[in-house]
């Protein structure tokens, strides 16, 4: 896979240049198989999820702070069936999105997923979450450079004799 | 062995919708066994999904994705008969894939 | 004797045996009457929840929450059973080592079947399950048993409940006394109470349906094994009926019978039949 692909917008490919270039150090003993991934257009953020905070997560995958948006609607569920298993979902209205991450506020890792949206990709994802505890979930959106997020409260209980 | 990846993709003519349920145990490194022991952190990293060429999407997955992971997204174009292919590399290095027909 | 007597004695006698069959032993005063009975129980939860569609009620708590309702249909778009349903159909239809499969065990090859299990097997004189049929048809082909509680036992029956999707449950009560005791025996368990809390299965699936124990929304009786084997996120996996009835009994802290003792094979039949007409769901996903 080339990877000057164009289709990244500049300043993203200038930021991931700048995180690269930090982040390089830690990923030494990230094993990639060659073949599969020779089409993953970036590295692991492996400093990302290492973050321990909301704010430092987002600094490490889009290096800017993340100002609130009502245009990105997050659909989670008042109380979690499962802890273990949370459908969250996003959705959004803004235009020219790159990324999309979900994070989690309560969990050991605050970073759960971040996700590439290539030009021609719908700017919505769903998938199935881990939540440690009642915890704020956000959704994050890389759109034209800037990063938007909105943020739910999800109600986490410990599981009681069964239904 | 058969896949890990299971796939639904489906075209509308103008998009396409795909979801993928994938076998892992998705291990966050957190939890521990009956023995009190913790279990290790097993768990996909990335996961990318390539139509005619190029990256549609990728997903960069850590231990706070729940075991046997479902993902949802769609893209402009794909229609009936092309190929989706879909692959994941976890953090032991093991990887799948699989390519699946656009319905 | 002459015959113009023999006449009232006989049909005294014919009576007297219609009466004795009418009536088998029962330990209550009044008579079993399954029919009676399933039509009561129906009732008692349309009247308790008019606004649930009575084929719903066998979704258990998400009939009883929207919320949970919504979460559920996200997840059934791709659902976590999915794994063990292919496993269960891979191997239903494996031969064993004597070249003999499951197809051979089961009326129809297995197929879209479900809805008549459990039933009463009058040459055993007991309640026969589908998990039980299915370890008999392994063992009488030379194979080893599996654990009744989940992995293979429940692929297996999920893949049979799979192709029994949407059939109405049919369970029979054959004209046997002794059927009829199975079924009363399997009502008698289900409403009494045992275990540290003092709990019947009635306390929480009749009473408090739609409620909260802790933090769990309870199921109805109604239909509450039409999905089963299924896929708790409790368990983070399967589980057969047998998880289901040995685990609920540890957690009212009672002692948990063993999977297939009669008591849990008698309760399995009479809340089958109770829920006769109601779709099979299974395999399900709970929480």
């Known amino acids: 896979m080339d990877r000057t692909d164009t289709r990244f917008s500049a300043p993203r490919r200038l930021i991931l240049q700048a995180i690269g270039a930090v982040a390089l150090v830690g990923l030494g003993n990230i094993p990639f198989a060659g073949g599969a991934f020779a089409a993953a257009n970036d590295k692991y953020p492996d ?7 909301e704010a430092d997560a987002i600094k490490a995958l889009y290096g800017k702070t993340a100002e609130a948006s009502d245009r990105v609607k997050l659909d989670a569920p008042e109380i979690a069936e499962n802890g273990a298993v949370v459908p969250v979902s996003v959705t959004t209205t803004l235009p020219d999105v790159t990324s999309i991450s979900f994070l989690v506020s309560e969990n050991p ?40 997020s909105t943020t739910k409260e999800v109600k986490v209980t410990v599981g009681g004799c069964g239904g | 062995m058969a896949s890990t990846i299971r796939v639904r993709a489906t075209s509308n003519g103008d998009t396409t919708e795909v979801q993928a349920l994938i076998q892992h145990p998705m291990d966050s490194g957190f939890v521990k066994d009956a023995k009190g022991e913790i279990i290790p952190p097993h768990f996909i990293q990335q996961l990318t999904f390539e139509y005619d060429g190029r990256n549609v999407f990728a997903a960069d997955w850590g231990g706070g994705v729940s075991k046997d992971p479902y993902v949802k997204f769609a893209f402009k174009g794909g229609k009936k008969g092309d190929d989706l292919k879909i692959s994941w590399i976890d953090n032991k290095g093991a990887t799948d894939t699989t390519t699946a027909k656009i319905q | 004797m002459r ?23 029962a330990p209550a005063a009044d008579t079993v009457d399954p029919v009676k009975d399933a039509t009561a129980f129906k009732k008692f939860f349309t009247d308790k929840f008019p606004k649930v569609k009575l084929e719903d009620f066998v979704n258990g708590p998400y009939s009883m929450n929207e919320d949970l309702h919504r979460q559920w249909e996200e997840k059934e778009q791709f659902p976590p059973y999915e794994f063990s349903l292919e496993m269960g159909k891979e191997m239903f239809t494996k031969p064993f080592k004597n070249g003999k499969s ?25 309640v026969v399950t589908l998990e039980l049929a299915l370890n008999r048809c392994r063992e009488a082909n030379g194979e080893p048993a599996f654990s009744y509680v989940k992995d293979e036992m429940a692929a297996l029956t999920a893949y049979m409940a799979f192709t029994s999707r949407g059939k109405p449950m049919d369970i029979k009560i054959p004209n046997d006394p002794r059927a009829l005791e199975a079924y009363e025996k399997g009502k008698e368990y289900f409403y009494t109470r045992r275990g540290q809390l003092n709990f019947s299965c009635a306390t929480c699936h009749v009473q408090s349906p739609g409620e909260r124990i802790r933090a769990e929304v309870l199921a109805p009786a109604l239909g509450i094994l039409n999905a089963m084997p299924i896929y708790r ?12 009835f040995t685990t609920c009994n540890s957690q009212i802290r009672g002692v948990p019978l063993s999977p297939q003792d009669d008591e849990y094979r008698n309760v ?12 099979i769901s299974g395999p399900g996903a709970r929480p």
């Not at chain 1, 290539?118 to 450079?145: C, D, F, H, L």
């Open chain 3, 233 to 244: 996120s409790e368990w983070s996996g399967m589980g057969t009926t047998s998880r289901r």
């Open chain 3, 102 to 126: 499951y197809e051979d065990c089961f009326p129809n090859k297995g197929i879209g079947i479900r809805q008549n299990y459990p039933y009463f097997d009058e040459k055993e004189g007991k």
């Open chain 1, 109 to 148: 890792v605050v970073l759960v997923a971040s996700y590439k949206i290539p030009a021609g990709t719908m700017p919505s994802v769903a998938n199935r979450i881990k939540m440690a505890k009642t915890s704020n979930v956000i959704v994050v959106v890389e759109a034209g450079g800037k990063v938007y």
């Open chain 3, 3 to 25: 015959l113009f007597s023999a006449i009232p004695f006989a049909s005294a006698a014919l009576a007297l045996a219609v009466l004795t069959l009418a009536a088998p032993s």
């Open chain 3, 268 to 279: 399995e039949y009479y809340l089958s039949y109770v829920s006769n007409g109601l779709p």
């Open chain 1, 47 to 53: 400093e990302a999820f290492k973050a321990k905070t």
